[in-house]
């Protein structure tokens, strides 16, 4: 097996690549630029991988309010390139999605199934749905959406929840909080581990992997220094407070069944991620 990899220098790239060792071809920017629609085919080809996992995206979810054109031409036009290449090759894609894609459409709060309607709000969240819409174009795909992504890889804190909150709460004296969306953060090991286990079966489509359970950025941030006996206030605020440029939703809890009746990995409950994430991180 040679999977390739694309992003392999993010968070979820590093830890494929890590897992797949030997097997993994992981490639960044420098080597396949996602914008140019001629690479990524040579890139694909001069390779030969019995599957692609497309673990690279756009997702300054703000700033693609500006930056609209990059990030469709990343999140959308470039897997719409993958899955050519890979359907004409015949072989498996993996297009990493997220929760965002449900948007904020008034609903009951009841965890999301791959078979409820999306509506995405914002570039990126619709860009990401474009994405998906793509990767179909490949019979043998596997659409994963997930959500809240932490782990121990890629470059900075940047887009890790996590680590942000960690190096805050060792500097300040209180951090605000948006306390009105609720969702699942997700351990990248937990997340890769059950991405590999999809591209074992052929049972092709899309899927919601997530850890288990629910919390908001609240009080994900009170369980994270109570775990790590940090003693920062942590201060409740509303999203409209918070003052992003892009929506986010309310209510984007997934829910996981269908990827669990397959017999996968079992996904922890998020509070047993974080407590594995940290002792992982005490090690590094």
């Known amino acids: ?23 993994a071809s992981g490639v960044d920017v420098a080597e396949i630029d996602l914008t140019n629609d001629q690479q990524i085919r040579d ?16 997702t300054a979810v703000d700033l693609a309010e500006e930056k609209r054109d990059l990030c469709y031409r990343i ?14 090759l015949a072989i498996p894609l993996v297009q990493i999605s997220t929760d965002y894609v449900f948007g904020d459409v008034p609903r009951m709060k009841v965890a999301r199934r791959e ?15 474009a994405g998906e819409e793509a ?9 994963v959406r997930t959500c809240g992504l932490y782990g ?3 470059p900075t804190a940047a887009g890790n929840f996590v680590k942000t909150m960690l190096r805050l709460g060792e500097s300040k004296e209180f951090v605000s909080v948006v306390n ?15 991405i590999l286990f999809l591209l074992q079966t052929s049972e092709f489509g899309t899927y919601h992997v997530t850890n288990q359970g629910a919390t908001t950025w609240f009080d994900m941030t009170k369980e994270i220094f109570r775990q790590a006996k940090l003693n920062c206030e942590v201060r409740a605020i509303t999203t409209a407070q918070f003052g992003a440029a892009a929506p986010r939703p309310s209510y984007s809890v997934l829910d996981t069944s269908k990827y669990h009746s397959l017999g996968g990995p079992v996904m922890s409950a998020w509070q047993d991620a974080l407590a594995g994430f940290l002792r992982q991180l005490n090690r590094a």
């Open 1 to 23: 097996m040679a999977v390739l990899i694309t992003g392999c220098g993010g968070q979820l790239g590093t830890e494929l690549c890590s897992r797949l060792g030997r097997n």
């Open 43 to 58: 890139g694909i080809l001069s390779r030969s991988p019995t599957a692609v996992i497309n673990a690279a995206a756009y």
């Open 75 to 88: 999140n959308a036009r470039a897997v719409e390139t993958l899955a050519t290449v890979t359907a004409e």
């Open 115 to 129: 078979t409820d309607s999306i509506a995405p709000q914002g570039e990126y969240a619709k860009s990401k749905a």
């Open 135 to 143: 990767a179909r174009i490949n019979p043998q795909h596997f659409v």
């Open 152 to 154: 121990l890889g890629g």
């Open 180 to 194: 009105d969306q609720e969702c699942t953060p997700t351990w990248i090991p937990e997340l890769a581990r059950a």
